[in-house]
């Protein structure tokens, strides 16, 4: 892991409880640690330039989500016009 500078990069202190974050039936609501623990792609996922020049770098994967994006429209139109019968 790489060390990261001192600045606060999460909204949480460490040992804040994160509230409905539990996901098992018997267990509890873990505690926000330091952010160096975190691995540093965690604060990459809400930045939307770093998401784009990931997306610039994998050629085939920004085709994927552009073919996916262009089928769900056309989807999207096809049960538009089905249901104007």
């Not at 039936?25 to 623990?37: C, I, L």
């Not at 770098?57 to 538009?80: G, L, M, S």
């Amino acid at each position: 892991m790489v060390a990261r500078e001192t600045t606060e990069l999460s909204s949480t202190p460490a040992g804040t409880r994160l509230r409905g974050c539990n996901i098992l039936k018997n267990g509890q609501d873990p505690e926000a640690r330091p952010d160096n623990e975190y691995p540093d792609w965690l604060w990459e996922l809400l930045d939307d330039d770093a998401q784009r020049k990931k997306l610039e770098a994998d050629p085939e994967k920004k085709a994927r989500k552009e073919w996916r994006k262009k089928n769900r429209e056309r989807i999207k139109q096809a049960n538009f016009l089905k249901s104007m019968r």
